[in-house]
């Protein structure tokens, strides 16, 4: 987990940095994205709080090659034409959808257990360790999907996608194993 808090600070290192001192100051109820690493094996901690503008501000700043007019474009994605292609997943977006409520998958191995479901207007992945020693908990609002989806032939839209998931309060992502705690949720303070 040691990738994990340096992806961390270095996400939250970049969005800072990208968007410059102008940008710190939330509007009112614009929320904050909130991020926690905790490693006791290693004595680190990082606690990152910022506001949603700032990110938004990250994203408009990012390089042209990977985010054209905030979309990025896959085009031809494998050789023999074994990947998903844009048009592919979202046909089948559109059909898990409209499925409603329904546990999709459950993968059960040796020592873990996957499961994907929706449960109103969110998709969950959940990946639990059979000893209890690791948890993965992603939640997923539908409208985050179809924003991200709503790009032009084969771009996926992340500006609009982010910007659905602005409107989202609580967690995101949960990740827990026996050497570290990550969180990552949206709320309306910054501490």
Do not use: C, Y
């Not at 910022?50 to 494998?78: N, Y």
């Not at 046909?91 to 546990?103: N, P, V």
């Not at 020592?111 to 939640?139: C, F, M, P, W, Y």
């Amino acid at each position: 987990m040691r990738r994990t808090t340096v992806a961390a600070a270095g996400l939250v290192a970049m969005a800072v940095a990208a968007s410059g001192p102008a940008t710190v100051r939330a509007q009112s109820g614009a929320g904050w994205l909130h991020v926690r690493v905790e490693e006791p094996g290693h004595q680190s901690k990082v606690s990152v709080n910022l506001p949603v503008s700032v990110v938004e501000a990250a994203l408009q700043a990012a390089p042209e090659e990977a985010l054209r007019q905030g979309h990025i474009h896959l085009g031809h994605m494998g050789h023999g034409g074994s990947e998903m292609s844009v048009a592919d997943l979202r046909r089948a977006w559109a059909q898990l959808k409209a499925t409603g409520d329904a546990e999709f998958a459950t993968v059960e191995d040796d020592d873990q257990t996957v499961k994907i479901a929706r449960t109103g207007a969110i998709v969950l992945v959940h990946v639990q360790k059979r000893n209890g020693t690791e948890s993965v908990r992603v939640e997923v609002p539908i409208d985050v999907v179809d924003a991200l989806l709503s790009g032009p032939g084969d771009e996926l839209d992340v500006r609009a996608a982010f910007a659905q998931l602005q409107k989202r309060r609580g967690d995101i992502v949960r990740v827990k194993d026996e050497n570290s705690n990550v969180r990552i949720w949206i709320d309306e303070e910054g501490k």
